[in-house]
């Protein structure tokens, strides 16, 4: 039986006077790669945002129902435990990296809050220069030189060297060219075999749900259908709003 980790229920949010989101309700198993689909300002990054409780003003009010982790409500948690005591991380839309840093310094600052060993953390270095070779070759380059796939790839293995295992991920392959857009969810793709759990949202339709195990698709901060993969691939109306068919 899968074990139900991330759950929103009934979730209301507002900026200001304004209803983002008007109680949706979705959940992620353990182990599961899921994905969230719609249009620009249906209301897919302010889900993420709200469950990775950022704080005001860059985050919306949450105004009725819950965000549920293993179970516990995450609504008085605040956004660095979140990370450092529940492993879960969103890897925001426009990478957000510390460009005056190299690539080294950037994953080195990731690891502040962890508690587990030395080896653990240069096991973890080790596996992000595995998974990205390309980061391997740039360490000691300063981050704002690299190309702005290389730049998501660090953002990636930055989350990783955090020490998470349940990352979401804001448009990952936004501004990729396509090879580092495969190389990009290849190396996703194996951490989720490897027992990383994923939250996905993507632009690119397609791509998401061949990528993921199930989808939900938002519309207007209301989720419209739902499903495994296969199933939202061959829904008429899905396919006709975003699958280009």
């Not at 060297?161 to 090879?179: H, R, Y």
């Not at 996905?200 to 397609?206: D, G, H, P, T, V």
């Not at 195990?213 to 006709?240: F, H, N």
């Amino acid at each position: 039986m899968s074990e139900r980790l991330l759950e929103i229920k009934d979730l209301k949010v507002k900026y200001g006077n304004i209803e983002a989101l008007h109680g949706i309700s979705f959940h992620v198993d353990r182990g599961e790669i899921v994905t969230l689909i719609g249009a620009n300002g249906a209301g897919k990054s302010t889900t993420l945002m709200s469950i990775s409780r950022l704080p005001p003003p860059e985050a919306p009010k949450v105004v009725a129902g819950g965000i549920f982790y293993n179970g516990e409500s995450l609504l008085g948690w605040t956004p660095d435990k979140i990370v450092s005591e529940l492993h879960l991380i969103l890897v925001p839309e426009g990478r957000h990296i510390f460009g005056n840093l190299t690539v080294e310094e950037n994953l080195k600052l990731a690891t502040y809050a962890r508690k587990d060993t030395p080896q653990d953390i240069e096991r973890d270095y080790q596996r992000v220069y595995s998974l990205f070779p390309r980061l391997a070759e740039r360490r000691k380059q300063q981050s704002e030189s690299l190309s702005g796939g290389e730049q998501q790839m660090l953002a990636v293995s930055r989350a990783l060297m955090a020490g998470c295992t349940f990352i979401m991920l804001d448009e990952p392959s936004m501004g990729l060219a396509p090879l580092l857009m495969y190389d990009m969810f290849r190396a996703l793709k194996e951490l989720n075999k490897e027992g990383m759990t994923i939250l996905l949202i993507e632009q690119n339709a397609n791509l998401a749900l061949k990528f993921a195990d199930r989808g939900y698709v938002i519309d207007t901060g209301e989720i419209v259908a739902q499903g495994t993969s296969a199933e939202l691939m061959e829904d008429p109306e899905v396919k006709k709003a975003y699958l280009g068919g």
